[in-house]
């Protein structure tokens, strides 16, 4: 089959598609930014990619119309401003596109909805979902509460506060129920209900086989990890102190904070079907799903994560007017030095950050990280999704990896932390093996250029160490 996958760069949609390609089909991608979408491991013939912003429907005119399915994969949570505006907008312009094309199934990955009053996340949800069911094409929806995997949003924060907090006074939404589902039963679903014709028309609800409270989770959580954990559930939590609760224990950004705290309140419990049955797939446990998520981080084999969708509004226009460091009014840290073994120098470059530390001063480099959250930013948590490699478009840890190529041996990296400016970290190794670290920012007015001269005394010892280091 030839099918049209959106949001082939978010966290689903990165799993789906190598179980698209083993499955034999053609898929199209359809990206904001091409820049950020590894195709390199598939043929060309199988996976392409096209840029398509679905917010402007001129866009959607470089999708093809002979296909035989489509999957809409795209929401706007982790977004500030209205997002329940934009996506519905992006339904919509879809569905004019879908209209005019071949396309014999819609599949849709939505929210479990069956409360009476629901958070705005999922009251988003379903108007996304009865938009799409508004066109020709038949829709298949899926609702799926909280989903466990290495990477998902769920997990992360899971695992933030199990990990960091040996007592966790908490707010009152923890008694709030779910049905968690692990991700490779999501995806079992998205691909088993593709060509279904007794699925069109129609939603399901999927879910695990164990009904839970957050508190719950976060107990059998601490049991898979073997550690001791008290959880003490109070009632003075406002909705703002529990995002901010969130916000400063775990990854997360405030928004992301902020709307899962609303969603958070509404019990999640799902409607039961027989689709599972139907497909053959067997419900993973919570417990076992948790197994599985350490197995993958283990074997450093996570194939995606929700850190990776941008957090800042500049990326909206692509990446790729970002790769051109520039030149002119900007201020510079040059380092060279000559690498004792430039192959293990170039391992060192696409290695460093998260778990692997900067080299040197890695406390200097973890306060800037805890800075930064105090004043809104991202931080360091985020990490790195691999542990030895990179691709366009990843967070690392408050940076954005822009360019990562080991054969032109060279690491462009953007920084997503709060800034009187613009800055890039750049890492290269010429023919003769010399390493080359370009620390490049350009101010914003007075302020930025006085931040830059306060920094100046920990980017002269930061820097240079950090080189020492990689060039061994």
């Not at 996506?87 to 909805?113: C, M, P, R, W």
């Not at 508190?215 to 601490?222: D, P, S, V």
């Not at 985020?382 to 080991?406: C, H, M, Q, Y």
């Not at 613009?422 to 190794?429: D, P, R, T, V």
Request: glycine share 6%; proline share 4%.
């Amino acid at each position: 089959m030839k099918i049209l996958l959106t949001g082939a760069t978010g966290y689903i949609g990165k799993r789906l598609l190598p179980v698209l390609v083993e499955m034999g089909h053609e898929v199209i991608c359809a990206v904001r930014d091409t820049a950020r979408l590894d195709l390199h491991q598939y043929g060309k013939a199988q996976v392409r990619a096209i840029q398509a912003d679905l917010s402007d429907p001129r866009s959607l005119a470089n999708l093809p119309t002979a296909i035989d399915a489509a999957y809409y994969l795209v929401h706007s949570m982790s977004t500030s401003g209205d997002f329940s505006k934009t996506e519905l907008e992006s339904a919509e312009h879809f569905i004019q596109y879908l209209d005019n094309t071949t396309a014999k199934q819609l599949i849709y990955l939505s929210g479990i909805v069956n409360e009476k009053e629901l958070s705005t996340h999922l009251k988003s949800r379903k108007a996304v979902e009865k938009t799409l069911a508004k066109g020709r094409t038949p829709l298949t929806t899926l609702r799926a509460g909280i989903i466990i995997g290495s990477g998902s949003a769920s997990f992360e924060i899971i695992r933030d506060l199990v990990e960091k907090l040996p007592v966790m006074v908490a707010p009152k939404w923890l008694k709030t129920k779910c049905q968690p589902i692990a991700i490779r039963n999501v995806i079992e679903f998205l691909t088993g209900v593709l060509g279904k014709e007794d699925t069109y028309h129609q939603h399901f609800d999927i879910y695990g086989p164990d009904l839970l409270t957050y508190k719950q989770m976060l107990e059998q959580f601490a049991k898979v990890r073997k550690l001791k954990r008290k959880i003490i559930i109070v009632p003075v939590f406002t909705p703002n102190l529990s995002s901010y609760w969130l916000y400063f224990v775990t990854s997360t950004s405030y928004v992301l904070a902020r709307n899962l705290v609303e969603s958070m309140k509404v019990d999640v419990i799902p409607e039961k079907n027989n689709l599972g049955e139907r497909l053959d797939i067997a419900p993973i446990p919570y417990k076992k799903a948790i197994a599985m998520a350490f197995e993958k981080i283990e074997q450093n084999l996570v194939l995606s994560s929700w850190k990776d969708s941008p957090s800042n509004r500049i990326f909206q226009k692509g990446m790729a007017q970002h790769i051109e460091v520039p030149k002119f009014g900007v201020l510079t840290d040059n380092q060279s030095m000559r690498a004792q073994d430039p192959k293990k120098a170039l391992d060192r470059i696409f290695s460093i950050g998260g778990a692997n530390g900067w080299y040197y001063a890695d406390w200097l480099w973890d306060f800037r990280g805890f800075l930064d959250r105090l004043f809104g930013g991202v931080g360091s948590r985020r990490g790195r999704r691999n542990a030895n490699e990179t691709s366009p478009g990843e967070a690392l840890d408050f940076w954005r990896v822009i360019l990562s190529d080991k054969e032109q041996q060279r690491l462009l990296l953007y920084a997503e932390m709060k800034l009187p400016g613009e800055a890039w970290l750049e890492f290269c190794i010429d023919k003769e093996g010399c390493v080359h670290q370009t620390a490049t920012f350009r101010p914003l007015g007075l302020s930025g250029r006085l931040y830059w001269i306060a920094m100046l005394p920990f980017h002269y010892f930061i820097f240079k160490g950090m080189l020492k280091k990689i060039v061994g």
